[in-house]
């Protein structure tokens, strides 16, 4: 609604999994005068119309140097690495929202038998592409970037593009269904991205 | 077209401007201008628009070489500038003939110095915005710091702006401007989650920052606090200048290349009026942090943004 009807004064939003901070500029508008403007759109929330859900495939490639915690996680819950693969990938994530990084979409939830702490040391580099999961959450980094989440592989396809009009390849409200891939489809994936 | 030769760049410079709001929805911070005000005091300076996009260099400066001739102005901390080795003034407008290099040395106080040209820094913009956005490698020159050897085009200059008249800064306005180091915050989202004896170990103590500070956050040392929650809540929008807490008990301040979403719980906010002043703290610098009510942040953030504004502000 707010796309639809945007508020004069507002300058950015940042939706999460139950809130929305909205920023605005001082100098145009009070708190009291924002959150009498606010309540006139939750009143029709539930009436809004929503765009209809798409579903993203993003191929994955599982373990090895492309996921060094999969081994690990697997271990956690007594399961073998393949059926941690099985898992992760039979299960249909919705995209709560986008935030942390830019293009980094927060997935969930994860199967039961996947959830796991994050790392206590995060690493001080996470490889762009990489799948982690963190608690009941899963998602790509789009960048590399430091990280806590356990990785479980990497994916050839980019997440955030910002040469191209949607930059970012999840929005939110979009299902997301990962796809295991062998290393050589990874190898050709990535030549032809490039 | 002008040109400026970049000779030695610096530790940390990069092309910004107020950065990029509206993004938040993708997870993209503003970036832009650690200290925002010198920035649009130095534009103004240089006969620009405010927000035109400069040089924000970080505690030891750079050196340039400027092909064509050019008027620039210097802001936020004295970094020692000087022209062919005749040292120039900072919050004043400068005149550059053509061959000459512009040098600056190490910070003497404060953290960041700019460099605004007439025309400003152009650079292909990303999302409607010249900052530089260092984590994702997005915006300014590049995606990037400066280095050696790199070549920077300066803008057309705005009309009548041709001619050099000398420009400062008003004392006044200068002394108001100034950054601080009792930085004046409101309570944070989560400020009844941090018990009496929190506040006061908060609000009393002094807090260090640290050499892990950057863009990003700055990050803090002293009196470590407890939390009720005992660290972690449900990830939510985080703002400029969240003052959050740890599971260490230690407070992070979320800064301009911030992540946009975070799961520590904020006791304080960094009001708008002294955001800028979070870009001149460098490491060991020594901080408090004095509780306002909102009414008291609106007032302050209005009374700087008149002055900015302020025919007063600019004398010549």
Redesign the interface.
């Known amino acids: 609604m707010t796309d639809l009807e945007p508020i004069a004064g507002v300058r950015n939003l940042h939706p999460a999994y139950c809130s929305l901070l909205i920023k605005f500029d001082a100098m145009l508008l009070r708190h009291e005068q924002l959150e009498e403007i606010l309540r006139g759109y939750i009143d029709r929330m539930e009436k809004a119309a929503l765009p209809e859900p798409r579903l993203v495939e993003i191929p994955v490639c599982y373990g090895g140097e492309f996921g060094p915690d999969l081994e690990e996680v697997a271990e956690l819950h007594r399961i073998t690495s393949a059926q941690a693969i099985e898992l992760h990938a039979s299960t249909h994530y919705l995209v709560y929202f986008l935030g942390f990084a830019p293009g980094f979409a927060y997935l969930g939830e994860l199967p039961e038998a996947l959830v796991t702490p994050r790392l206590t040391m995060p690493r001080r580099g996470v490889p762009a592409g990489s799948v982690g999961i963190a608690g009941s959450q899963t998602g790509v980094y789009p960048i590399s970037t430091p990280g806590g989440w356990r990785l479980l592989g990497r994916t050839p396809v980019a997440m955030f593009r910002p040469e191209r009009a949607e930059m970012s390849l999840l929005s939110i409200g979009d299902r997301v269904r990962f796809v295991p891939i062998s290393r050589e489809r990874f190898a050709k994936a990535k030549l032809e991205n490039a | 077209m002008s040109l400026i030769e970049v000779r030695a760049p610096g530790l940390l410079t990069t092309v910004q401007d107020l950065g990029r ?8 911070s ?1 970036s832009g201008a650690a200290d925002a005000v010198a920035l649009r005091v130095g534009n103004r300076l240089a006969g620009n628009a405010e927000g035109a996009a400069g040089l924000e260099m970080t505690l030891l400066g750079g050196s340039f070489f400027f092909r064509e001739a050019a008027v620039v102005a210097l802001t936020g901390s004295d970094f020692a500038p000087t022209l062919d080795d005749e040292r120039v003034e900072t919050w004043s407008s400068v005149e550059i003939r053509a061959g000459q290099t512009l040098q600056m040395g190490p910070t003497r106080a404060g953290a960041r110095c700019y460099l605004c040209v007439r025309g400003g820094i152009d650079v292909k913009s ?2 409607g915005s010249a900052s530089t ?1 260092l ?4 915006g300014g020159f590049e995606g990037r710091a400066l280095r050696k050897g790199d070549v920077l085009k300066v803008g057309r200059a705005i009309e009548g702006f041709r001619t050099f008249r000398k420009r400062n800064l008003a004392r006044r306005a200068l002394e108001k401007l100034s950054p601080r180091k009792v930085l004046r915050v409101t309570a944070g989202p989560q400020s009844d989650w941090f018990s009496k004896e929190a506040w006061k170990l908060f609000y009393r103590g002094t807090y260090r920052v640290t050499e892990e500070s950057n863009r990003m956050g700055l990050r803090l040392e002293g009196a470590a606090i407890a939390s009720a929650s005992g660290g972690e809540m ?7 200048g969240a003052v959050q807490i740890t599971a260490s008990g230690l407070p992070i301040i979320l800064f301009v290349e911030q ?4 799961g520590y719980p904020k006791i304080a906010n960094v009001i ?1 009026a002294d955001t800028s002043s979070l870009g001149q703290l460098r490491p060991r610098d020594e901080i408090r942090f004095e509780l306002v009510e ?1 009414e008291i942040a ?1 007032a302050l ?2 009374e700087q ?1 008149e002055l900015l504004v302020s025919k007063e502000l600019i004398l010549g």
Do not use: A, D, K, W
Request: net charge negative; aromatic share 6%; proline share 6%.
């Open positions: 709001e509206g993004f938040g929805p993708m997870g993209v503003p990303f999302l956005h984590l994702s490698g997005l449900i990830s939510e929008g985080v703002s400029l992540q946009t979403t975070g708008s909102m609106r953030l209005v943004e």
